[in-house]
């Protein structure tokens, strides 16, 4: 059962990809702005890869290996998969061949992600100001932006994010991204903040063949007693990529939550709304890509069952199923325990790991109950 769901999963992925991957085109040294909190691959293509760093704010102490860290592990093809990376992680990772020859070095700011800026277009929300870094300095603090990822939503109306980040100019210079240009210099500045900025859109959708992954029900999640509300988290998503919610069909948008409409439910604008938290029962269904990840079924209440084994009783089994014909889920009634023991395997399916990986998956922990 399990191997099977890996197995199905394993379609998405080449689609998608697990991880946000980040490679270094034609270069041997890459300077990259990033968030921290969402997973992400560096990629070296070197088998038997070792990986070192310098981290910003011990500028000055020699390299260290990576296996110190809990989050960050090597895949047998030579990659450094770093799981929720900290803003502390900040800093120069360097990979080198088996003769301990750089192959690839990549200087990365993990920005904050807990100090996001969000705004909305169609609220009229503004981005964050240019700002001198210091009075009367000409470095100037400023936000780069990425391109646009694509609509949520097609053949209606959707919304479209993009990631900005901190950079720091000088006159004549190419921008550092924030922490990197400070290093392990103490500055602060309540602008030296990562963007997320949202707008509607409306795209058609593709003529072609659906990616066709396949999703997952999960059944019977309830709202816990003491905070009467429950998280439920996306496969595949990230901030990284389009994902959009629904509760019983319709769209949880974040203008909706950023003009304070949605006292029901919760985007979590950290992980780009991979999480949700909900304080309804509802059917709520996620997409990645615009495709369908997942569907949360709430536990029926007590009455609801009553009735539907009223139901059952009073009308006799069709042959051949049910009466109502319903898209196929790639397999139904799957619960927490499964979906992360599966997600597990498909990583270990996909790095070809030879030993199981240690520690627990946290950002694949569906809290179902
Ligand atoms: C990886 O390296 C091998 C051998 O050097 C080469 O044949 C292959 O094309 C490289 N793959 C990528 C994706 O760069
Ligand atoms: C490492 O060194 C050995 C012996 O000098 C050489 O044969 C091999 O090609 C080198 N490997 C790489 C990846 O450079
Ligand atoms: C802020 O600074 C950047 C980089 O110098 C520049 O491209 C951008 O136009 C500036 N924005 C404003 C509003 O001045």
Excluded at 301 to 306: M, N, Q, R, S, T
Aim: glycine letters at 8%; proline letters at 8%; one cysteine or more.
């Amino acid at each position: 059962m399990l191997t099977t769901l890996g197995l199905l999963l394993s379609f998405a992925v080449p689609v998608l990809g697990v991880y946000l991957s980040i490679s270094c085109p034609g270069g041997k040294q890459c300077q990259r702005a990033l968030l921290s909190g969402n997973d992400i691959l560096l990629h070296c293509n070197s088998s038997g890869a070792r990986w070192h760093y310098f981290l910003a704010h011990s500028w000055d102490q020699p390299p260290s290996k990576v296996s110190g860290f809990s989050n960050i592990e090597i895949t047998p093809k030579g990659s450094l998969i770093i799981r929720e990376p900290l803003p502390s992680q900040t800093g120069v990772y360097c990979c080198l061949n088996e003769n301990g020859t750089q192959v690839v070095q990549y200087e990365i700011d993990f920005q904050d992600v807990a100090t996001l800026h969000i705004t909305h277009t169609g609220l009229g929300q503004q981005p964050l100001q240019n700002e001198t870094l210091y009075p009367d300095g000409k470095e100037l603090i400023f936000t780069r932006w990425e391109p646009w990822q694509d609509c949520n939503r097609c053949g209606g109306p959707g919304e479209r994010k993009r990631l900005g980040y901190c950079y720091v100019g000088e006159p004549l210079e190419e921008p550092t991204p924030c922490w990197l240009y400070l290093k392990e210099v103490e500055v602060w500045s309540s602008r030296m903040r990562p963007e997320l900025q949202v707008e509607a859109c409306d795209t058609p959708c593709f003529d072609g063949e659906p990616l066709g992954v396949g999703y997952i029900t999960f059944d019977d999640f309830q709202l816990k007693e003491e905070s009467e509300s429950v998280w439920l988290s996306c496969p595949l998503a990230s901030i990284y990529r389009p994902v959009i919610w629904e509760a019983d069909e319709t769209p949880l948008t974040w203008q909706r939550q950023l003009s304070g409409r949605a006292d029901d439910t919760f985007l979590d604008p950290s992980t780009g709304g991979r999480q949700l938290q909900v304080f309804q029962p509802a059917v709520y269904r996620c997409f990645v890509q615009q495709e369908l990840m997942a569907q949360f079924n709430p536990r029926p209440g007590p009455e609801v069952l009553e009735a539907q084994e009223e139901e059952s009783e009073a009308q006799p089994r069709e042959a051949g199923g049910g009466r109502r014909r319903r898209a196929h889920p790639v397999l139904t009634g799957l619960k927490l325990a499964l979906l992360a023991g599966a997600v597990l395997a498909l990583a270990g399916l996909l790095l070809r790991c030879r030993r199981p990986s240690r520690g627990s998956r946290r950002d694949w922990v569906v809290l179902v109950k």
